[in-house]
């Protein structure tokens, strides 16, 4: 369906941007950016290779980017529910002096962005073919 | 007066204007984008101080607000999520009733 | 003739609508300055260990704000999720 040259360029260029959604996702603590941000620019990457290669060569991640979500969830929920058994209320910081919470939940909220936006586009990318 | 306040009230308030003038549910669901992009706006700019640098640490000796950059950070994403629904909503509609029209989905006129 | 009216009747909400938001952020044009609660945030910065203060507030001090709209999130993803299993299983309508 797709030109040659499109099919070089989007492969070129993902994983130069997955890259930089890794590096924005968990630096945040230092840098302008964080989860939100790093997971927008992790979705465009998969993105990028869906509208150029089709959904076929993604079809792995894009049948089970729901237990991303799911993984996502849990996980917030299980720091939250640490927090609150060993020190006393909800999130509540157990390493004080320490970015390794906010080095977690970053991850974890840019895995759930990533899953979010990856299931709405193929959600609407697939409307009009029988699989994707 | 051209300040940001000022331009993200008036986003709000066109926003709100075809939102209730129009019956194309597609476009009231783009009534809904820009009345968030205005409010995003409006908050950022409720936080700016004169001079204020980013509100990282070290990086200028005094730095604006940084409350309501996270509440809005909060709004972009719901505001996502919000658009997604009710864009598959409408899509769900259009096959039912083969229109966008609301008036049509109710059987009224008007 | 009853197009006009319902014109003019929505002029008027938007400009009454109008007048109350500016009447309520009257105090934000006046005066520019940080709050107490920021002050606190900047001050014990050091005890979350993030250098960006968007990210300590966001993660930290109301993680639990941001665990609630993470669930909002995940309902509505699983809402358009549930749309699309909707379509594939019943076919074309």
């Avoid at chain 1, 465009?44 to 237990?67: P, Q, Y």
């Avoid at chain 3, 007048?19 to 709050?35: A, F, N, R, W």
């Avoid at chain 3, 109301?62 to 699983?78: C, H, N, P, Q, S």
Wanted: net charge negative; with cysteine.
């Amino acid at each position: 369906m797709t030109s040659l040259i499109v099919k070089a360029a989007g492969r070129a260029l993902a994983p130069f941007i997955l890259l930089s959604g890794v590096y924005v996702a968990s630096f945040g603590f230092l840098s302008p950016g964080g989860g939100f941000q790093g997971g927008i620019l992790l979705a465009s990457g998969v993105i990028l290779i869906m509208v150029t290669h089709g959904c076929k060569e993604v079809h792995r991640l894009a049948e089970n980017i729901d237990w991303f979500e799911t993984f996502g969830a849990l996980t917030f929920l299980v720091v939250g529910l640490t927090g609150l058994l060993v020190g006393g209320y909800l999130f509540s910081n157990l390493l004080p002096d320490t970015p390794l919470m906010c080095i977690v939940l970053d991850i974890v909220i840019a895995l759930k962005v990533f899953a979010g936006t990856v299931a709405v586009f193929v959600y609407f990318f697939g409307m009009g073919v029988e699989e994707c | 007066m051209l300040n940001g306040l000022n331009i993200g009230l008036m986003t709000i308030l066109v926003g709100l204007y075809g939102m209730t003038r129009t019956k194309n549910s597609i476009k009231m669901i783009m009534c809904l984008g820009i009345m968030g992009s205005g409010l995003i706006l409006l908050f950022v700019s409720i936080g700016y101080i004169p001079g204020g640098g980013a509100p990282i640490v070290g990086h200028s000796p005094e730095m604006v607000d940084p409350i309501p950059h996270t509440v809005m950070l909060t709004a972009i994403v719901i505001d996502l999520a919000t658009t997604a629904l009710g864009l598959a909503l409408v899509y769900h509609l259009h096959q039912q009733y083969n229109t966008l029209d609301v008036t049509e989905y109710m059987g009224g006129e008007d | 003739m009853i197009q006009l009216r319902k014109e003019f009747i929505t002029l008027a909400l938007v400009l009454m609508i109008a007048v109350l938001l500016l009447h309520g952020l009257q105090m934000t044009y006046e005066d520019k300055e940080i709050s107490e609660v920021d002050e606190y945030y900047k001050e014990h910065q050091e005890k979350t260990g993030a250098d960006n203060l968007v990210e300590a507030i966001l993660l930290d001090y109301r993680a639990y704000d941001t665990f609630g709209e993470v669930m909002v999130l995940y309902i509505a993803i699983a809402g358009v999720i549930i749309l699309g299993k909707i379509v594939t299983e019943e076919g074309e309508p």
